[in-house]
Each structure stands twice: as structure tokens, then as C-alpha cells.
Nanobody
């Protein structure tokens, strides 16, 4: 079993910064990829940023040049540095971890989410 825990959300004024953290633990053999997604009520969950085991990263157009995803492979931890925050960044942010717990196939695990609220 894999546990995923996010932290670092909160309330910030527009133009401010926040740093989210995601820690994965449990019976992890190897992590394939980690990512941040966000969701607002009434809308589908959307990709924010991802990083794979090779270090490649991908960002939603709406956050490019403002958000930076990083990963500590040794600690199975991922971060999202969010700068120049806008009210439209307000959402619940979820961490996704794609990991092998055996030698056969990987599964995707989700955290409970952390609320980010940006006031105008």
C-alpha cells in the first residue's frame, strides 16, 4: 500500500507565493512519475505539472513560468513552488504518484488534497 500526503496549502494574496509538498510512503518499489493536479467545484480535475523518473517536467500553459515542480527521489517527495499566484489558481491541489509496488505493473495513488486560496 502507498500513502500520499500533501501539505503547504493556505490563503495568500494575489502575487504571492506558496510551496506545496507531497510525500509518498509505504511499499514502494519504484516511482515512475509524480504530478500535481487541481480541481475547483463543478469542474474536472486538471493537470498542473508532472515530473517523471528521468527528471523531465511538463506544465499546464496557465502555470508555465510561474510554477516550478521539483522532486527529491531519495525521499520520495515532490514540491510545487507557486509564484505570482492569481485568484484563478484557487483550487484543491492533489498529488498523484505512479509507483510500482511489485515487479509487474504500476498503480496510481492520490493524496487527499490541499486547499490553495488566492485572494484578489
Amino acid at each position: 500500500q502507498v500513502q500520499v500526503v500533501e501539505s503547504g496549502g493556505g490563503l495568500v494574496q494575489a502575487g504571492g507565493s506558496l510551496r506545496l509538498s507531497c510525500a509518498a510512503s509505504g511499499s514502494i518499489f519504484r516511482i515512475v512519475a509524480m504530478g500535481w493536479y487541481r480541481q475547483v467545484p463543478g469542474k474536472q480535475r486538471e493537470l498542473v505539472a508532472t515530473t517523471n523518473s528521468g527528471g523531465a517536467t511538463d506544465y499546464a500553459d496557465s502555470v508555465k513560468a510561474r510554477f516550478t515542480i521539483s522532486r527529491d527521489n531519495a525521499m520520495n517527495t515532490m514540491y510545487l513552488q507557486m509564484n505570482s499566484l492569481k485568484p484563478e489558481d484557487t483550487a484543491v491541489y492533489y498529488c498523484s504518484v505512479r509507483a510500482y509496488t511489485n515487479y509487474v505493473e504500476w498503480d496510481e495513488y492520490w493524496g487527499q488534497g490541499t486547499q490553495v486560496t488566492v485572494s484578489s
